[in-house]
C-alpha cells in the first residue's frame, strides 16, 4: 500500500476528504503523517482525530526559507512517502524541495489553471465578472502554481455570488476530484514523464482528464 504524506497550513477540509477516503477504501493508500508551518492549523487536529502523526514545524526556528525546507524535506522523508500531497499548504516551496519529490508531488489550487495562479482567485473570479471558476489538480514543479494540470473542476459564479458563497462552491468540488487523483496516483495509472502528466499512459491535455 503506498504512503502518502500531507501538507496544510489551514482548516484543512481537503485532508479531511482524504482522510475519509482512505478510510472507506476509495484510495487503496494510507496517510503516513501530516505537516504544517503552523503549529495552530486545525488540519493537524483532523489528522489527530484520525490516529495520523501529525507535525508542526516552527519556520522561525531556521535561518531561511531554504533551510526550514530541508529540514522539512528530512522530516517528511523518514515517512518514505511515495506521495507529498499540498492541502491548502500556503508557502512557496523552494527549488531544492520541489526537486527532492518531482514527479511525486500534487497540489490542489482553487482557479482553472492557468488562470489565476497565487492568491485571492475566487475574488478575481467576481472583480472580473467570469462566467465560471473552478479548482486544479497538478504535479508541482519549480513555477507556482504551473506545474502540469491532472483534473479541473468547473463551477458557475453568478452575479450577486459572495466570495464566501464562491469559496463553498469550489470547495465543494474541491473534495471530490482530490481524492479521485490520489486514488490514480496511488493505483499506479498517474505519473509525470518529460513534464506532461500521463494517466493510463495516455498524455493528458493542458487542461488536463476531461470527461463528460
Not at 514523464?193 to 491535455?205: K, M
Request: with cysteine; proline share 4%.
Amino acid at each position: 500500500m503506498k504512503r502518502i504524506v500531507v501538507l496544510v497550513s489551514g482548516e484543512g477540509s481537503n485532508l479531511q476528504a482524504l482522510i475519509d477516503a482512505c478510510q472507506q477504501g476509495r484510495i487503496n493508500a494510507k496517510i503516513s503523517a501530516v505537516f504544517s508551518n503552523k503549529a495552530a492549523a486545525y488540519g493537524l487536529e483532523r489528522a489527530r482525530l484520525a490516529d495520523i502523526p501529525a507535525h508542526a514545524l516552527d519556520v522561525k526556528a531556521y535561518e531561511d526559507r531554504t533551510a526550514f525546507d530541508v529540514a522539512l524535506a528530512d522530516a517528511i522523508e523518514t515517512f518514505q512517502p511515495d506521495l507529498v500531497v499540498l492541502a491548502g499548504y500556503m508557502r512557496i516551496l523552494s527549488a531544492e524541495f520541489v526537486q527532492r519529490f518531482a514527479g511525486r508531488m500534487i497540489n490542489i489550487h482553487p482557479s482553472l489553471l492557468p488562470k489565476y495562479p497565487g492568491l485571492h482567485t475566487h475574488r478575481q473570479a467576481i472583480e472580473n465578472q467570469d462566467a465560471e471558476h473552478g479548482t486544479s489538480v497538478h504535479f508541482v514543479t519549480e513555477q507556482l502554481d504551473g506545474g502540469p494540470v491532472i483534473l479541473q473542476a468547473k463551477v458557475p459564479v453568478f452575479a450577486e455570488d459572495t466570495e464566501e458563497e464562491l469559496v463553498a462552491r469550489v470547495q465543494t468540488q474541491e473534495h471530490n476530484i482530490y481524492p479521485l487523483v490520489v486514488s490514480w496516483f496511488a493505483d499506479g495509472r498517474l505519473a509525470l514523464q518529460n513534464g506532461q502528466a500521463f494517466l493510463d499512459n495516455n498524455p493528458l491535455s493542458v487542461q488536463g482528464y476531461a470527461e463528460d
